[in-house]
Each structure stands twice: as structure tokens, then as C-alpha cells.
């Protein structure tokens, strides 16, 4: 009887060891830790993307917008469609999705610059994207308890020579 305590003993001994030693669920606590680091890490990296591509996207497309104004005649007929290739790229947004979410041509202003004493055709046209605002698909706002996350304004402008000149024998 004395050797089966002193063998039960010694087990128990020997499996408090191993179990003191086994270390398969020390990962899976690690892993429950850095989970919720690693989703708002991913969120916060997939939201600063779509903020650089948005603001890529009204870049380019004040750039596409003065260039297009910047040849042909400036009159209001030109100007709207100018500000159509800003939102959608064509001079004629009809069922045309535009290049960012919720942009209208509310959302673009054109401005002329004249030479001194003004009249005449502009120097220079300045095509600008304002009170735009950009929607992140997370809230990470409410993690930091702020709601400068929710609609942040982002904008853009270009301005370039105007170069369109009258066509020959035009009156003016």
C-alpha cells in the first residue's frame, strides 16, 4: 500500500510539472490580447488609404477641370461644364457616378484671374474643391471618444494659365 501512495504521489507530482510546464494555451491568451490592436491598426490604415485616394481623386480632377477651362472660351455654358469634368469627368455628369461620395457641383468653384484694370479674358482660372467632406467607412472617433472622426474636410485646387484665344475674325 505504501509503494501505491508513493507511486500516486510521485504521478501527481510528475503531472503538475508537465501541466506547470505546458504552455498551448499562452498563445491563444496572447492572441485574444493583440486581436482588438490588430483590427484598429487594420481599420486605421484601410481609413487613411481611402483618405489619400480620395483626396487623389479631387486632385486630379480640379487638375482635368482647369485644363479644360484653360481651352475653350470663358463663358458661364463652359464654366458648368467645367465644373461636370471636376465631379465626373465628363463635360455631362447624366447618370455618371461622381469621383468621390456625395460630390456635387455645389462643391466646385471657378475663379477667374484678371490682369490689372480687369476686362478681357483671365490670366489665369483656379478650379477649387470646398466644403467637401470625407465619410470613414469605421467610426474610429468613437474610440477616442471625439466626433472629429466622423466628417472630415478635405479639399483641392488648381490653378493654370488660360490659354484659349478668340478665333480668328471673332467679334467681340
Same mark, same amino acid.
Given at each position: 500500500?505504501?509503494?501505491?501512495?508513493? /507511486?500516486?504521489?510521485?504521478?501527481?507530482?510528475?503531472?503538475?510539472?508537465? /501541466?506547470?510546464?505546458?504552455?498551448?494555451?499562452?498563445?491563444?491568451?496572447?492572441?485574444?490580447?493583440?486581436?482588438?490592436?490588430?483590427?484598429?491598426?487594420?481599420?486605421?490604415? =484601410?481609413?487613411?488609404?481611402?483618405?489619400?485616394?480620395?483626396?487623389?481623386?479631387?486632385?486630379? =480632377?480640379?487638375?482635368?477641370?482647369?485644363?479644360?477651362?484653360?481651352?475653350?472660351?470663358?463663358?458661364?455654358?463652359?464654366?458648368?461644364?467645367?465644373?461636370?469634368?471636376?465631379?465626373?469627368?465628363?463635360?455631362?455628369?447624366?447618370?455618371?457616378?461622381? /469621383?468621390?461620395?456625395?460630390?456635387?457641383?455645389?462643391?466646385?468653384?471657378?475663379?477667374?484671374?484678371?490682369?490689372?484694370?480687369?476686362?478681357?479674358?483671365?490670366?489665369?482660372?483656379?478650379? =477649387?474643391i470646398v466644403d467637401y467632406n470625407f465619410q470613414p467607412l469605421f467610426n474610429l472617433g468613437a474610440l477616442l471618444q471625439a466626433d472629429s472622426f466622423t466628417n472630415l474636410?478635405?479639399? =483641392?485646387?488648381?490653378?493654370?494659365?488660360?490659354?484659349?484665344?478668340?478665333?480668328?475674325?471673332?467679334?467681340?
Open positions: 500500500m505504501k509503494s501505491l501512495l508513493t /507511486f500516486i504521489k510521485r504521478e501527481s507530482t510528475a503531472r503538475g510539472h508537465r /501541466f506547470a510546464r505546458n504552455e498551448n494555451g499562452g498563445t491563444l491568451a496572447e492572441l485574444a490580447i493583440l486581436i482588438p490592436f490588430l483590427i484598429v491598426m487594420i481599420a486605421a490604415v =484601410s481609413e487613411l488609404g481611402r483618405l489619400f485616394q480620395a483626396y487623389t481623386n479631387l486632385s486630379k =480632377s480640379t487638375r482635368a477641370a482647369a485644363r479644360y477651362l484653360s481651352n475653350v472660351a470663358y463663358d458661364d455654358n463652359e464654366i458648368d461644364k467645367a465644373k461636370n469634368v471636376a465631379v465626373c469627368g465628363k463635360t455631362n455628369c447624366d447618370g455618371i457616378e461622381p /469621383f468621390a461620395k456625395n460630390l456635387t457641383t455645389d462643391n466646385v468653384v471657378v475663379t477667374p484671374e484678371y490682369q490689372a484694370g480687369g476686362g478681357g479674358n483671365p490670366i489665369n482660372v483656379t478650379i =477649387s474636410p478635405i479639399g =483641392s485646387s488648381t490653378t493654370m494659365y488660360y490659354m484659349w484665344v478668340d478665333p480668328a475674325g471673332a467679334e467681340e
